[in-house]
């Protein structure tokens, strides 16, 4: 059988090639010669390698947004402002009340320490005035010389003795007081031999008299200087009973917390001041109420400058 004529093959139209990004779409080749991924793994590319020396950041680890700033270091300085419930109109308030809750134990020894003072006060000025009488004439003037100098040398050097027992003896007092306002603050039952303890005595008369001679030896310095130690010293005794602190450690403590609040600080000085002055005017039989009234409000405001609860 003879087979039909082979004519030319008609052309066959050609398939659009798919655009980059659609389905069967051929990458471009990569510069260089660089071999591509193969296609499907998902994995990112390798980061770039680490110059030497240098560490890559934690994980998860991102700066802070700017302007943000960590707050500063626990303890870097200390506000001049009294802390939250140092209040004197509260302090005082407080001493007021506990005070007449109080009023068995704090006006017995109260009682007992004004009128303990006034026996020593009087008889060393009675036994000076009678050996001055004594050892005294009666001059043309109606005037009186003494006719022996050692009494006058001794008579000099008595005053001068008795004027640092009075002192220590009023430090005494102040301790006492505070011992039992501080037992009042942390909410413990008062009696009157509480203000009668005292177990650091050795401590307690050294704070007493070193305190008495910056603040005396400031007090000669034209008043000032006196006032001025008064105010950062004011705190001393509380340190050294209530921490029982030694006394170098409380002269310290006490300087850094009149000098952190000196607003309530100043204003507590003032108020025991004006307490104490309007007890003494009323021939001395006010420092009854006002000796325990000014140690109770002192109290309540050292342990709120330290931040310390008080018992209502």
């Keep these: 059988m003879s087979q039909p004529p082979t ?20 990458p471009p080749p990569p510069p260089g010669g660089a071999v591509p991924p193969p296609p499907g793994t998902g994995f990112p590319p390798p980061a770039a390698p680490t110059p030497p020396g240098a560490y890559p950041p934690p994980p998860g680890a991102y700066p802070p947004p ?21 209040d004197i109109g509260q302090a005082f308030s407080y001493g007021w009340t506990k005070l007449w809750q109080n009023a068995g134990a704090f006006i017995v020894a109260s009682l007992i320490y004004v009128v303990g003072f006034a026996v020593i006060v009087g008889v060393f000025w009675t036994v000076l005035f009678a050996g001055a009488m004594a050892t005294s004439q009666l001059n043309s ?12 040398a001794v008579g000099s050097l008595s005053s001068g003795l008795f004027i640092l027992v009075i002192v220590l003896l009023g430090y005494l007092v102040q301790a006492g007081f505070i011992r039992g306002a501080l037992e009042v603050t942390y909410g413990r039952p008062v009696a009157i031999g509480d203000f ?19 603040v005396g030896i400031g007090s000669a310095l034209c008043y000032l200087p006196g ?15 209530d921490k029982g602190m030694a006394v170098g450690d409380a002269l310290k403590a006490s300087f850094n917390l009149a000098k ?9 000085l003032l108020v025991v001041y004006v307490i104490q002055a309007i007890g003494s005017a009323l021939c001395g039989i006010g420092l009854i109420v006002a000796l325990p009234l000014g140690y109770l409000v ?15």
Aim: aromatic share 12%; no cysteine.
């Design 141 to 152: 003037d109606g005037t009186y010389s003494s006719t022996s100098a050692g009494f006058s």
């Design 196 to 214: 009668f303890k005292f177990t650091d005595f050795g401590r307690i008369v050294v704070a007493a008299l070193v305190t008495g001679i910056i």
């Design 298 to 312: 002192s109290a309540y405001m050292y342990r709120k400058l330290l931040n310390e609860p008080v018992a209502p």
């Design 260 to 268: 952190n609040n000196v607003g309530p600080a100043v204003l507590l």
């Design 66 to 86: 700017a302007g943000a700033y960590p707050p500063p270091a626990a303890g870097y300085g200390q506000p001049l402002v009294a802390p939250q419930g140092a």
């Design 227 to 241: 006032i001025v130690a008064a105010f950062f010293l004011q705190f001393v005794l509380f340190f050294v009973i």
């Design 7 to 26: 004519g030319p093959t008609p052309p066959q139209p050609e398939e659009p090639t798919p655009a980059a990004g659609q389905p069967g779409a051929v």
